[in-house]
Nanobody
Framework: QVRLAESGGGLVQAGGSLRLSCTAS????????MGWYRQGSGTQRELVAT???????NYVDSVKGRFTISRDNAKNTVALQMNNLKPEDTAVYYC????????????WGQGTQVTVSS
């Protein structure tokens, strides 16, 4: 089993910055993709950004140029630097990874709230 522990959410004014961090632990053989999804009130969960173990990144269009995802493969951590935050970024942010234990599986964190006030 893989456990994902998130930190770094909170309340910030529009234009401000936050940094989310997530650490994967457990009997992990390998991790392919890591990333962040978010779910706002009354909306479906959507991809924010992902990064492969080779460093290839993918972002939803609405955060390009504002958010940066990074990863430390040796520590099984992924971070999301969020700059120039907007009220529409308000959501619960979930850490995600695709990892191998005895099989490949998708794992999720508990979520951390990000609230951006106008």
């Amino acid at each position: 089993q893989v456990r994902l522990a998130e930190s770094g959410g909170g309340l910030v004014q529009a234009g401000g910055s936050l940094r989310l961090s997530c650490t994967a632990s457990g009997r992990i053989g390998n991790i392919n993709r890591m990333g962040w999804y978010r779910q706002g009130s009354g909306t479906q969960r959507e991809l924010v950004a992902t990064i492969t173990n080779g460093g290839t990144t993918n972002y939803v269009d609405s955060v390009k140029g504002r958010f940066t995802i990074s990863r430390d493969n040796a520590k099984n951590t992924v971070a999301l630097q969020m700059n120039n935050l907007k009220p529409e970024d308000t959501a619960v942010y979930y850490c995600y990874c695709n990892a191998y234990t005895v099989y490949w599986g998708d794992y999720w964190g508990q979520g951390t709230q990000v609230t951006v006030s106008s």
